[in-house]
């Protein structure tokens, strides 16, 4: 199944390149998603140390109204977008190879279980920033979406409050996770404006 969808990915994303070469840049809602989503896009970004795998996504304002509206049942509009836009959008995903949970990684006790999600759930806020040129934002919230071993993957949902500023005109954006529990250390991620100017539209 993963191997299908990667190559459905790579199929979106050869149609995408090829519509944006003719300067024809707005997509239907599941191309966009899609897109935004392909790791082809360079807004996916992966690393792997030790047995974790920590990946982060960037997702534009248009992408969350449109999950959003797709969980409610409605359809995506101008207006559901701009209650997205004063914030810069992240997912950070957490796995480990070894474990279904990758908060059982490498712990001997539940004592240890409980601080690892106490600190995931209450404080990883405090370690996160996103520095674009030479100013440097805190994390403004951020939520974890526990899944309770079900799936490998967990993920956090982390945001940004926009400064008068434009991550498509910063030369690198840099996405910083300063880790304190998994024993990983800063862990960071950068993004080429390029690759945000080359996001095609939402079409709705």
């Known amino acids: 199944m993963r191997a299908v969808n990667k190559i459905y990915q790579l199929f979106i994303f050869i149609i995408v390149s090829g519509v944006m070469s003719c300067k024809q840049t707005t997509l239907s809602q599941e191309a966009y998603a899609t897109y935004i989503d392909s790791d082809k896009s360079e807004l996916v970004q ?26 409610d049942g409605h359809l995506v509009n101008q207006s559901k977008i701009d209650e ?42 405090n370690n996160i920033s996103l520095v674009l040129g030479t100013d440097t934002l805190p994390c403004s919230y951020s939520y974890f979406e526990r899944n309770y071993g079900v799936q490998k993957v967990s993920t956090l949902l982390v945001g940004f409050d926009k400064i008068n500023t434009d991550l498509q005109t910063m030369p690198s954006i840099s996405f910083i996770y300063d880790d304190q529990v998994l024993g990983v250390g800063p862990v960071i991620f950068q993004y080429k404006s390029q690759n945000l100017k080359n996001i095609p539209q939402l079409d709705i």
């Open 46 to 71: 992966s690393k792997e140390i030790g047995n974790f795998t920590i990946q982060c996504e960037y997702k534009t304002p248009e992408y969350i109204a449109l999950k959003e509206s797709n969980k």
């Open 84 to 125: 997205y836009k004063n914030t810069f959008h992240f997912y950070m995903k957490l796995s480990s190879s070894k474990q279904t949970d990758f908060l059982k990684e490498g712990i001997e006790n539940a004592e240890e279980y409980g601080h690892r999600l106490a600190y995931f759930t209450e404080h990883i806020q």
